[in-house]
């Protein structure tokens, strides 16, 4: 079974060919090279030892799961934090080395709505907002609204990226042209 992440689904919005580089063709996009992702990693096995016991009561939280590995079908992902919140919902919360700048990322918003349709399937309980904690904005924390059609639309991009994948399809590229000067496979794309 083809294995997906949050991280392949926000690769295949910004361009579908990623997906057919990485996963078909088996190329690296060489992640370990970014040093936000790898500060981001410190921060999170920091704020999981600092936050153990810490329950965000002004927005509700009951109870939390720390670290949570959740898979469904062809998605699998790790939640920082999952909270279940006492209007019976549940909630993904996500830390970011980022500052926070009066806006959330789209890329920060299909992470959490991919983190939603796990916590929904295995759960069994409906999310209706996710949170962001933007580590370099003295711990902001940022509500993001998720629709239940967002979750459904997770389900169809994970059915397009596992046929890529499936059958070798080479997609088509993005439209937004100006997304290949900084893309990592820019060299070897033929546009």
């Known amino acids: 079974m083809i294995s997906i992440t949050p991280s392949h689904i926000i690769e295949y919005l910004y361009c579908p060919r990623y997906i057919y580089f990485q996963y078909v063709l088996g190329m690296p996009q060489n992640e370990e090279k ?5 500060k981001g990693r410190e921060i999170h096995k920091l704020k999981l030892s600092e936050n153990v016991k810490y329950l965000r009561k002004r927005i509700g939280v009951i109870d939390k799961k720390l670290d949570v590995y959740l898979s469904y079908k062809n998605l699998r992902g790790v939640v920082d934090e999952v909270l279940f919140l006492k209007d019976g919902t549940a ?14 990322f789209t890329t920060y918003k299909t992470q959490l709505e991919c983190y939603a349709y796990l916590i929904n399937k295995n759960f069994e309980v409906n999310v209706e907002k996710g949170f962001i904690i933007y580590v370099r904005s003295k711990n902001k924390l940022v509500t993001v609204p998720i629709s239940k059609s967002s979750i459904t639309k997770v389900a169809s991009i994970i059915d397009d ?3 890529i994948i ?6 088509k590229a993005t439209k937004y042209k100006s ?3 900084t893309c990592t496979f820019k060299n070897v794309c033929v546009q």
């Open 179 to 181: 997304k290949c000067i």
């Open 166 to 171: 499936d059958e070798n399809k080479f997609p």
């Open 161 to 163: 990226v596992v046929l």
């Open 91 to 104: 909630a993904p919360l996500d830390y970011k080395f980022a500052v926070y700048k009066d806006k959330v």
């Open 34 to 38: 970014y040093f936000k992702a790898m």
